[in-house]
């Protein structure tokens, strides 16, 4: 049973598009994150959400904006794509905020591709 | 804010050998230490942490040593494997503050 589960796992699409990505975490976890991977490898969040309340918003164009129906989900919605954003998204969650042992369980990631 | 360097980006070992992954932290604030493992095509999977309460940390075969004078912390691997090969992250947490280093791709050879 998937922990942390992000669809879709790949996505193709040109510049100017909007796309979401969606996450969903089945462990009752109260924080839920979004990193960007780039090409080599660098983790970076981007924002952070604790009971559905954003805690971490890091400097991210606007472009991009989370969504939090509830503690359990956490989207992402990226408008006027670009080449840039092309990486692979990562979601994730811990029971806590990522203090002192908070363990940051993830998805196996999304991968956009900007043409 | 926190500045966490990993060393070094790449490392080859012979399977059986030795790793050793260094990391070093600007905030002397940070107070937790955790180690990923990023398998290919997987998302990151905590392997080990420290607290700065603590010089070192063993766990079969993987080890994590800290040194909070210096603000740095180290990842050890011992008669390493081939399913060792993966990128390893460090990370350094103050409050809910975590950032993680640009990581070291481990490749073990059999």
């Known amino acids: 049973d998937t922990a942390v589960s992000q669809t879709p796992k790949y996505l193709v699409t040109q510049m100017g598009n909007d796309k979401s990505i969606k996450c969903e975490q089945n462990?009752?976890?109260?924080?839920m994150y979004w990193y960007k991977q780039d090409s080599k490898k660098f983790l970076k969040i981007m924002f952070s959400?604790?009971?559905?309340?954003?805690?971490i918003n890091e400097t991210v164009p606007n472009r991009f904006s989370p969504k939090s129906p509830d503690k359990a989900h956490l989207n992402l919605h990226i408008n006027s794509l670009e080449l840039g954003d092309s990486a692979v998204y990562f979601c994730?969650?811990?029971?806590?905020?990522?203090?002192?042992?908070?363990?940051?369980?993830f998805g196996e990631g999304s991968r956009l591709t900007v043409l | 804010g926190e500045n966490v360097e990993q060393h070094p980006s790449t490392l080859s070992v012979q399977e059986g050998d030795s790793a050793v992954i260094k990391c070093t932290y600007s905030?002397?604030?940070?107070?937790?230490f955790p180690w990923y493992k990023q398998e290919l095509g997987k998302g990151p999977q905590l392997i080990i942490d420290?607290?700065?309460?603590?010089g070192e940390k063993k766990d079969q075969r993987i080890a994590v040593t800290l040194n909070k004078t210096a603000k740095h912390f180290s990842l050890h691997i011992t008669e390493t494997q081939p399913e060792d090969s993966a990128v390893y992250f460090c990370a350094a947490v103050n409050n809910n503050d975590m950032r993680f280093g640009a990581g070291t791709r481990l490749t073990v050879k059999p």
């Open positions: 462990l009752g976890h109260d924080t």
């Open positions: 994730a969650s811990s029971l806590g905020t990522s203090g002192i042992g908070g363990e940051l369980f």
């Open positions: 420290i607290r700065s309460n603590v």
């Open positions: 959400y604790n009971n559905k309340e954003l805690i």
């Open positions: 905030d002397s604030a940070s107070n937790y």
